[in-house]
């Protein structure tokens, strides 16, 4: 059973930085990509950053530059650096993981649907 817990989300101005946890169990042998995602109320899942058990990492436009993916190796730790955060940037931050064959995490629009597993979320707000 694969289960996620984020972690690390807080309150900071405008220009702070954040770093998400994703603690992953459960996911064993085979192809995995675990994707951050964000939300805000009234809109949909936006996929920000993927990782797969080859260390390939992918953002999307809206933050690259300014966030980080990274993981242990093993993707049984997850982490999502947030730099030079926006307000904009305020959602409920979710991880979510899921076996795939296809080479490569999905390319950006990364779909929330195709996704199985995810975490409770944890909230990020930044202030002007």
């Known amino acids: 059973r694969v289960q996620l817990v984020e972690s690390g989300g807080g309150s900071v101005q405008a220009g702070g930085s954040l770093r998400l946890s994703c603690a992953a169990s459960g996911i064993t042998s085979g192809s995995w990509c675990l994707v951050w995602f964000r939300q805000v109320p009234g809109k949909e899942r936006e996929g920000v950053a993927t990782?797969?058990?080859?260390?390939?990492?992918d953002y999307a436009d809206s933050v690259k530059g300014r966030f980080t993916i990274s993981e242990d190796g093993a993707l049984k730790l997850v982490y999502l650096q947030l730099n030079s955060l926006k307000p904009e940037d305020t959602a409920m931050y979710y991880c979510?993981?899921?076996?795939?064959?296809?080479?490569?995490?999905?390319?950006?629009?990364?779909?929330?649907?195709?996704?199985?597993?995810w975490g409770q979320g944890t909230q990020v707000t930044v202030s002007s």
């Open positions: 990782v797969d058990g080859n260390s390939h990492y």
């Open positions: 979510a993981a899921d076996q795939w064959y296809g080479g490569n995490c999905p390319s950006f629009p990364v779909s929330h649907r195709i996704f199985r597993f």
